[in-house]
């Protein structure tokens, strides 16, 4: 072949290859971002069965909803329960990339292993929106394109503190039942794994100290966010301490909820106060009929709200800033507000 040949044959072959690569282009939706109808969104839970988490689940359904009716775009949510099993939400978050959705919402089992994640949805170039359990900051740095939307521990620890400082306060008797000059405490705490187990906790204490509340602990357990395991515990130790305990704090509303049902159970009438964080509709009508004494309540609306938005805007290529004011390009930390059994009765 002669050498002019060739040079058309190389032409004629890059041209080709040009206009096959454009049709691909098109097969794979062709369409710009901006220009999308529909949008499909994953969601990872670390269990289903939490709670807390369930109340968020549902208000993103909702706001899915609102959205569609609002803008006209389509939304198709899929949600997946890890039941607490790591592996298991690999293979959801897999599944979310391999079928090309365009964000993936992910509530890690272990908030230690978000690595995994964030390396196959940077393969797949799709945005991660973390929530609740968050990553560690060295996993967060990694992308633009990853978020994380929770609460601020301290906060809610503070505005729990507070709710019992201003009872100690206006009606020392209200806490210290047997008025011995000392409020005699027990206290419950989330998994120990959980980035605001410890800081709940510790701002909570610190609150009630700094606020002149005099106390005493007589002992305190790990019951894992959970109801059951709360009320066990707390049966314990109403037989370690008979009649002694006169406040029972809890890092959320289950455990809370799980503290009144142990001292329902074991006829103990004195008015122990006991109180939570989250504000869930379990702990609402805890809050109602008189178990809790208070919580501090997140505002799931927002939360859920926030998530989506930022799911959203990454969707159809908008600028995520323009939607929701994060910190740092990537953190929202949402609302929270002290209720006592009287602010809701
Ligand atoms: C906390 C919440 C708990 C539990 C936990 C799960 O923020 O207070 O009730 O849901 O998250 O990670």
Request: glycine share 8%; hydrophobic share 35%; with cysteine.
């Amino acid at each position: 072949m002669k050498k002019r040949t060739h040079i058309w044959l190389a032409a004629a072959a890059a041209v080709i290859a040009v206009l096959a690569g454009t049709m691909i282009m098109k097969n794979n939706g062709g369409e710009k971002k901006e220009d999308k109808k529909s949008i499909r969104v994953g969601v990872a839970l670390y269990r289903g069965d939490d709670p807390f988490i369930n109340n968020i689940r549902s208000k993103l359904e909702e706001k899915a909803k609102s959205y569609e009716k609002g803008t006209g775009v389509k939304v198709v949510m899929d949600v997946a329960d890890a039941k607490g099993n790591q592996n298991t939400q690999n293979s959801q978050v897999d599944r979310f990339l391999s079928l090309g959705y365009d964000a993936i919402c992910v509530n890690m089992v272990d908030r230690s292993a978000a690595s995994y994640v964030i390396n196959k949805a940077m393969d797949a170039d799709i945005p991660v929106i973390f929530f609740n359990r968050e990553p560690v900051e060295e996993d967060m740095k990694r992308w633009e394109k990853l978020y994380y939307v929770g609460e601020d521990a301290k906060e809610s620890a503070v505005l729990q503190g507070n709710i019992l400082v201003d009872l100690y306060r206006s009606n020392p008797d209200g806490l210290d039942l047997d008025g011995n000059g000392k409020v005699s405490y027990v206290l419950l705490e989330g998994e120990s794994s959980h980035q605001d187990s410890l800081i709940r906790t510790e701002w909570s204490i610190q609150t009630l100290k700094d606020g002149g509340v005099p106390l005493e602990k007589l002992t305190g357990g790990i019951a894992n966010w959970d109801r059951s395991q709360a009320s066990a515990l707390m049966e314990q130790w109403m037989e370690e301490f008979p009649r002694e305990i006169e406040l029972v704090i809890c890092n959320n509303d289950e455990m809370a909820l799980g503290a009144a049902d142990a001292l329902e159970r074991g006829g103990d009438t004195r008015p122990v106060k006991i109180v939570g964080i989250d504000g869930t509709p379990q702990g609402l009508e805890g809050l109602k009929t008189g178990k809790l004494f208070g919580t501090v309540q997140c505002d799931s609306e927002e939360y859920a709200d926030v998530i989506f938005e930022i799911a959203a805007a990454e969707s159809l290529g908008q600028n995520v800033q323009d939607k929701v004011e994060l910190k740092q390009g990537k953190y929202y930390q949402c609302s929270q507000m002290a209720l006592t059994s009287d602010s809701v009765r």
